[in-house]
């Protein structure tokens, strides 16, 4: 395993065209959840969520456009993207807390609408700290002391070893974009050694404008309401609505995951 190298600038379109090639696989990751706002003494878990789908870039557009209008429709907007947890479980003071409940599950159903039409492979990755052996615990900390930690690089690269791994089960190469934390636009090498597996480089965008993004976001917010005791407790605890457009989620999309860990498809997480 390699580090990754200096992120270097590309232009939109390279990644346009990329997407675009007959049968390239796109695959979208998510940012990661649940290294932030732990309870004292509860156990951290972390979830981040790879969407595969050979859907053309238009009609992943479309189906990240028909998500946002679904939420302009219901009076919240206009939004240039959805945060799917706060769909789940808002923070207190956020914009999603005065929305009511019935509207945040018609959002997530309509979202999952959207996502299902993509026909994807949902690849999940999700380890506690027993797993990480502390590893998640000291992100928290360092988080909180503003202090950088090795560990957050070595989370990452075991993120991507997995999706790697499980991408060379598919033929030709895929194309790999995650969210730009600033909003530039640029590329890095993740494995070298790799790197036929997809286009020679992990791409960074910003959010806004690569929808397939958000959508791996919304099946990060579903895998996290399901698979980790926080995500459980806090969709037990709050609307009964929320509770059962959560399940519905959940039978749909469990078909459709692979444990990224487990390499198991269909079994989830």
Known sequence: MQDSRAPQSIDPEVLSAALAEPERLAVYVSQGTGLGGQVQGEQPEFVRVAVLTRAAPAAVQAAGEAWLAAAEALGVGPLQGIEAIELVAPRTGTAWAGVPADRRAAL??????SLVALAPEVGVFHINDEFGAGMLLRLQSGAATGEPRLDARLLEHMVFAALTYRLLTHAGEAVVVTAANDGTWSSRQVFPEHAAVWRRALISA?????VGIGLA?????????????????EVAAGPGVIATAIAEAEAELRPRSTNLLRERPGGGN
Request: hydrophobic share 45%; glycine share 10%; aromatic share 4%.
């Open 108 to 113: 997530l159903r309509r979202g999952l609408t």
């Open 206 to 210: 910003p959010s806004e404008a690569v």
């Open 217 to 233: 976001g919304l099946a990060e917010a579903l895998v996290w309401a399901t698979a980790t005791r926080r995500g459980r407790a």
